[in-house]
């Protein structure tokens, strides 16, 4: 009953900028007057169910009434301007991660949840739902840490990145193993966490060993991987750059054909990334599983003497 009453409230006040627009004066009317649907479908010269199913899946904004859908003379621009072959990029109009960020911090998973399924009941692509939604809105956080809303943010989206990913995991075949972890003294574990779901959904296999991992469990689990392709060390304080080096050297002495990418804010570049021995640098997680895809598709090295001695 409530929600019936809010949007009559909400009608009302479309049709009183409607008043306001004639009074206003030819031009002022035709800026706010809003149309339905099928005058919507009408104008663009498609379908009525085009014109819906670009309002269900926010590319068209539109308010809800009790009777259906109302889009303004300046929601309708925008769509147009969106459109054009040199208007802004042709893409979701809504800003996802800024609506994820407010549900965030207030540590309100239920909101946070919905956000998500929303983006992808839009179509939006489960890889996209992570990089340009969830990693966005973490990104926008302030950068010091200590105070409670960065805390409750990282609880929420833990528990995000646990649904999304029991969601969108397939079994089936996989293209091979990556070992995924965060160094000794890191604590950061959404990288972590978040990377190895992208691995999954690129049919690649991943051993994904969370926050603080000593040396020796990193080289363990990357003895024992099926068909081990890549180890993956996220760092996100440069603070524990020297774990990363100890890591990586262990990683040598044992399994000398592995491929070693690291990143994270706390790897600022490819320069950093040689001097603590790893043989890839990605700036982000999206190149993170181009480098990933590029080194599981290749041809796999032959053995070296010393890792064929030692079986
Ligand atoms: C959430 C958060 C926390 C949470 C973490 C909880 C958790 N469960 O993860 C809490 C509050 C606990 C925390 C603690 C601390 N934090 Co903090 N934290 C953040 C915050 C807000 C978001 C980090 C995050 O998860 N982002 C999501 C990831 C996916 O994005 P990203 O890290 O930016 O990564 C991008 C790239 O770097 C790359 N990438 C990331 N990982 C990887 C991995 C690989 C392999 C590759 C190739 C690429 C890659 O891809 C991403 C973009 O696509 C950032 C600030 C910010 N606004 O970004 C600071 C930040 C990461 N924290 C920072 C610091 C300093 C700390 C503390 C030391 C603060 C303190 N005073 O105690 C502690 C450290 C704890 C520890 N021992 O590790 C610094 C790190 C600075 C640095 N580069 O050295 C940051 C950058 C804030 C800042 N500017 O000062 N933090």
Redesign the pocket.
Known sequence: MRQVRVRRVRVRRVRVRQVRGVASGAHGYHRDVAMNLKQVAQRLGVHYTTAYRWVRTHQLEADRTSTGWEVTEAQLRRFEASRRPDGPVRRSRVAWSDRLRPALERGDEVAAWRVLEDALRSGMEPEACY?DVL?EA?????????HVD??L??AVA?RIVARLGARLRRPGRTRGTVVVAAPL???????TS??ADLIRLRGVACTELGVDVPPEVVVAAARSARNLRLV???V????HLGSVALTTARLRAELPDVVV??????VLNDDVAGMVGADR????????VAVVDSVVDAPRPRRRAAHDARG
């Open positions: 990089l990693v973490l990104r926008s956080l302030p950068a010091e840490g200590d960065g805390y943010a990282a833990d003294g890191e604590r950061h574990s959404l990288s978040i990377l993956a060390l996220a996100s304080g440069a603070d990418l690291v990143g994270g804010p706390g640098w990605a700036s982000d997680l999206r190149e993170a």
